[in-house]
């Protein structure tokens, strides 16, 4: 059965960085596109990075642009998530997500498996 676990997550100041990791069971990791999500409080889950199952396209939402950097490392099954420069308003639950079929998207519903998230609290 498919499970994805994300780590990583914790509470860090303004400026400050921080790499989550998932690591993905139960699939065909390098058969899938991987993507990081994020649900603040009270907002709608939204997308913020996404990379397909050769790690040559990735995308990024405009928030995070030049600040996050998606990657990923077939033979450990984990795609990581580096965050530079964190901003309080990147507060969030972090969820990873894993799409069959290889492609990186930037929608929510091209993803099949999801795993239960990590807290990151940026304080000013």
């Known amino acids: 059965q498919a499970q994805l676990v994300e780590s990583g997550g914790g509470s860090v100041q303004a400026g400050g960085s921080l790499r989550l990791s998932c690591v993905a069971s139960g699939i065909t990791f390098e058969s899938h596109g991987m993507g990081w999500f994020r649900k603040a409080h009270g907002k709608e889950r939204e997308f913020i990075a996404t990379i397909n199952w050769s790690g040559r396209t990735t995308e990024y939402d405009d928030s995070v642009k030049g600040r996050f950097t998606i990657s990923r490392d077939d033979a450990k099954s984990t795609v990581y998530l580096s965050m530079n420069s964190l901003k309080t308003e990147d507060t969030a639950v972090y969820y990873c997500?894993?799409?069959?079929?290889?492609?990186?998207?930037?929608?929510?519903?091209?993803?099949?498996?999801w795993g239960q998230g990590t807290q990151v609290t940026v304080s000013s």
């Open positions: 997500a894993a799409a069959p079929g290889g492609m990186s998207w930037t929608i929510s519903d091209g993803y099949t498996y």
